[in-house]
T-cell receptor, first 113, second 117 residues
């Protein structure tokens, strides 16, 4: 069964600190893995997309890693800001054409001053 | 960057009425659009996938006669919730892509908050 599990479920950190969110998946065949940021009451916004051959990808203060062997990904946020408070969703594309999207439940991050 | 516009952002309707939600790709041709619903503090649940000019493919457990999806053009898809009931109250989100590659970006609308009274 295709599954995407994210941890922790929620996280509170102080402004300026770093944090790492985890995503483990059991999806086959694997096409790509995406990280999205979703503000409350808004649609998700893409942060990164990685194929199996990519180990790391950065987007500003966001850095995603992918280990296709262990089927794990992480999203590292550097020097957190209050505006980073959101839900972070890991999405894995499965299937030969990558047309089956499997969503994680998300990690709710709260950055406080 | 690519923009997906969803309208309305909020709608309140009475039980038994129908509500139409629009999803438009503003600066690209969306060969495929997806519709999701999201309950509070939960992730997105895929409802259906629609390819331009063909019938939508619904996920298991989603009633196609209740959630009517039309994707008549490359820039517009609509979701109609027919005979809405309070349990249909949810956050509905669309996403769109041009399916030239499985790595094509997937762009989301800002969602529609539906409240059925």
């Amino acid at each position: 069964k295709n599954q995407v599990e994210q941890s922790p479920q929620s996280l509170i950190i102080l402004e300026g600190k770093n944090c790492t969110l985890q995503c483990n998946y059991t999806v086959s065949p694997f096409s790509n893995l995406r990280w999205y940021k979703q503000d409350t009451g808004r649609g998700p916004v893409s942060l990164t997309i990685m194929t199996f051959s990519e180990n790391t990808k950065s987007n500003g203060r966001y850095t995603a890693t992918l280990d296709a062997d262990t089927k794990q990904s992480s999203l590292h946020i550097t020097a957190s800001q209050l505006s980073d408070s959101a839900s972070y969703i890991c999405v894995v594309s499965a299937g030969e054409y990558g047309n089956k999207l499997v969503f994680g439940a998300g990690t709710i991050l709260r950055v406080k001053s | 960057g690519a923009v997906v516009s969803q309208h309305p952002s909020r709608v309140i309707c009475k039980s038994g009425t129908s509500v139409k939600i629009e999803c438009r790709s503003l600066d690209f041709q969306a060969t495929t659009m997806f519709w999701y619903r999201q309950f509070p503090k939960q992730s997105l649940m895929l409802m259906a996938t629609s390819n331009e000019g063909s019938k939508a493919t619904y996920e298991q457990g989603v009633e196609k006669d209740k959630f009517l999806i039309n994707h008549a053009s490359l820039t517009l898809s609509t979701l109609t919730v027919t005979s809405a009931h309070p349990e249909d109250s949810s956050f509905y989100i669309c996403s769109a892509t041009w399916r030239s590659s499985y790595n094509s970006p997937l762009h989301f609308g800002n969602g529609t908050r539906l409240t059925v009274t």
